[in-house]
């Protein structure tokens, strides 16, 4: 038993020239490379990719423009709503022009209403024909006179 034991123990003894020795090392070298090199790579795909200064500075004149873009489509959309193109400056990109423009009118009419002028001794547009005016009693032509005289006039010119 203690024969066995000795031969397990023993180490096996390779023998080879030089040349073999070389090529088996470098074999060796060859696999361990290949292998630290995909690891590298699967690694350094995780990693962020870092911008070069072209990079950053071709996307910081793209959303300039992109920018510059939008404020032209808002200045366009509110000069097609009769709108003042300085409101741009105060709205974002994404604003509802339309909705904003029928605010713009509702608070104008009401502040209009609230303090503006308001026109006294106007009269409704009564229309009236030549005929309808000859068919009038004097009566009748007074009191049309009193609510339009100028077009009362007219119809006196005649």
């Known amino acids: ?5 000795n031969e397990q123990n023993q180490e096996e003894t390779v023998t080879m020239s030089k040349t073999d020795y070389a090529k088996a090392i470098q074999s060796a070298e060859d696999k361990l490379r290949t292998s630290y ?17 072209a990079e950053k500075d071709y996307e910081s004149r793209l959303a300039t423009l992109e920018a510059r873009e939008k404020k032209m489509a808002l200045q366009e959309s509110l000069a097609n709503k009769k709108l003042d193109n ?34 006294s001794g106007h009269s409704t547009n ?3 024909s030549k005929d309808q005016w000859n068919k009038m009693s004097y ?19 005649m």
């Open 1 to 5: 038993m203690e024969e066995n034991t």
């Open 126 to 128: 009564t229309e009236i």
């Open 37 to 53: 090199s995909a690891k590298i790579k699967e690694l350094e795909s995780k990693l962020p990719h870092e911008k070069t200064d």
């Open 86 to 119: 300085s409101f741009a400056e105060y709205l974002r990109d994404d604003v509802d022009v339309e909705k904003f423009g029928t605010a713009i009118d509702n608070l104008v009419k009401t502040k209009l209403s609230e303090t503006g002028f308001k026109p």
């Open 139 to 157: 009566s009748e032509k007074q009191e049309f006179y009193n609510s339009n005289p100028e077009l009362a006039n007219k119809f006196m010119g």
